[in-house]
């Protein structure tokens, strides 16, 4: 209940800022848009800590919810990032398109099996790039 209620806060400000973008004087500051891709940030790594569990038993249709789950975060990290830019944010949706198509080549009602090795490099490379995300944000100060 907590983190859908802070996924919806987030949700909400990141919708205003993206409205209020339309001319300079009601541009959002670079510490509003700061605070909200940390947020994002936050949820997004909460979302995507399953990713680390990928096995050879996981089952396809349990590895694509989860993808959905994580791709929601980061789309809105990608809006939020059209503001401030950051480098890291574009490497982490990069990361996460690689690991969703990879995850569309699956059969969803099998288990991950012998690809398992795969997703998890790529759903490591998900979590490098979310980390360095979040220190490049300068989230944690």
Known sequence: MKQSRRAGLALIFLFLLLLSGCSVETAPSAADARRALC???ISLRESAAGLS???ANTGVAQLRDMRAGVGRWVEAARRAN???QFQQITEMVNAYDAFSSAVDGLNPDQR???AAAGLQASAAQILTALNQAYSAAR???
Do not use: E, F, H, R
Request: some cysteine.
């Open 39 to 41: 947020q994002t940030l």
């Open 53 to 55: 569990q990928i096995d």
């Open 82 to 84: 059209t503001v401030l």
């Open 112 to 114: 991950v099996g012998a």
């Open 139 to 141: 989230c944690g100060q």
